[in-house]
């Protein structure tokens, strides 16, 4: 019988910076393939062909203004923040913890202060653009892409090697 591993605490660092007590969510980027539909001549039905990586993007809730990342807004690279997300998932039939930590680069794309209230704690909400990505689990890499080097490893390959081999970009 098997339990879900469920995520005990987490934490979110921006530029090493723990916002400790100040994070209350973070939404992980989804991975998604970008597929095309193509029905060749002879073909009983159409097949999807894998086109790359869809845009990833990285959302976090905070309890109140965050003036830190209010001051990278409009970062002019494309990489500009570095973004690590930690999450500590026990394990409920044997106890034992995971760590497993996302970390992005990206810059933001939509800061919303939310509302408002005298007396209630705010809503500060980020959208973050992603154009590096790397999972982590207890200290090994599993997925590492970098849309900028074309570099796409999924457990311990990197699938666009070949690619970058044809391309004379090593």
Known sequence: MGMPRTLKDMMLFN??????????AVTLPT???KMEE???????????????SE?????????????????????????????RFVGAYQQEE???VD????????RHKEIEMGDQE??????????SSV?????VWNGRAEIEIDLLAGIEIVDGVDRRASIRAALGIY
């Open 99 to 106: 760590t497993i930590e996302v970390i992005i680069r990206g």
């Open 38 to 52: 193509w029905r060749g001549g002879g073909m009983g039905g159409p097949v999807e062909m894998d086109m790359g």
């Open 15 to 24: 530029e090493g910076l723990a916002y400790l007590g100040e994070v209350s």
């Open 94 to 96: 044997t106890g034992a």
């Open 131 to 135: 154009a590096y990505y790397k999972l």
């Open 55 to 83: 845009a990833m993007e990285l959302q976090s809730t905070f309890g109140g203004p965050m003036r830190d990342i209010l001051r990278q807004y409009g970062v002019t690279t494309v990489d500009g923040v570095y973004l």
């Open 118 to 127: 005298v007396g209630e704690a705010g809503e500060f909400s980020v959208t």
């Open 31 to 33: 991975l998604t393939r």
